[in-house]
């Protein structure tokens, strides 16, 4: 990141308070500095000014990320589902299994996320699921085309959470005990499309609906992923 004079002179203004008058050293920009091209960065702190006129000669200096010029480690998605917007059709969360840990693989300490779900098989409408953010306490499954976690709900209850792409099907459950509350299924070969969502899961589904229909091929209305490329 490229910074000028002016926007480091603004960074430094930003942090006085409105009306003080600047008095002792002046205000200080961390940055990376790097040696060459196999170097690894190392942090700088330097007056506004200084700091401007370094990153405008450095081509390969940056602006450090609180206070550090370690990379930022991106978050990896291992399984997602998504339902089609009733409007435009640009993809919804359904749910989602993040690598919170950094591992790169299902285990404990990733969390599941959820959005959205499809309420018929348009889908003309969505509903919601109201709580998110649940963290994995143990891996099932986890394979190149199925994953399945356990999480606990707010009553202790233990629960699973289950995603599948086959080429018959793609689906995505949410299961207490033997009971699936949560079951949405494209039938892609001879099985039949299901949709099936209580309220009774630790992602508090606001809106039940039951409905099942024959399989028509790779329909929009639920998309699994396991170990998506994005």
Known sequence: MKMTIALCLALAAAALPTGSAVAGPPDRIDICH???????????????????KHLESHADDFLAEDGSCEPVQLVKILARATTAHPVTGAPVLVSQLVDANHTGVPDEGD??????????????????FTISDLPVEAVSIASDTTVSVAVTGPSGSTYSYFWEDVPDWERYSEIDSSTSR??????????????????????????????????GGDDPFIDVVVNPSD
Do not use: C, R, W
Request: hydrophobic share 35%.
């Open 111 to 128: 969390v599941v996320q959820t959005g959205q779900y499809p309420i018929d098989f348009v889908p003309s409408a969505l509903g919601s």
């Open 182 to 215: 949560v079951q949405l299924y494209d039938g892609i070969g001879n099985y039949i499309n299901k949709i099936h969502v209580t309220t009774g899961t630790p992602s508090a589904a606001d809106t039940p609906t039951s409905m099942t229909a024959d399989a």
């Open 34 to 52: 790097v040696d060459g091209p196999a170097a690894e960065p190392t942090l700088k702190t330097l007056p506004a000014k200084p700091a401007a």
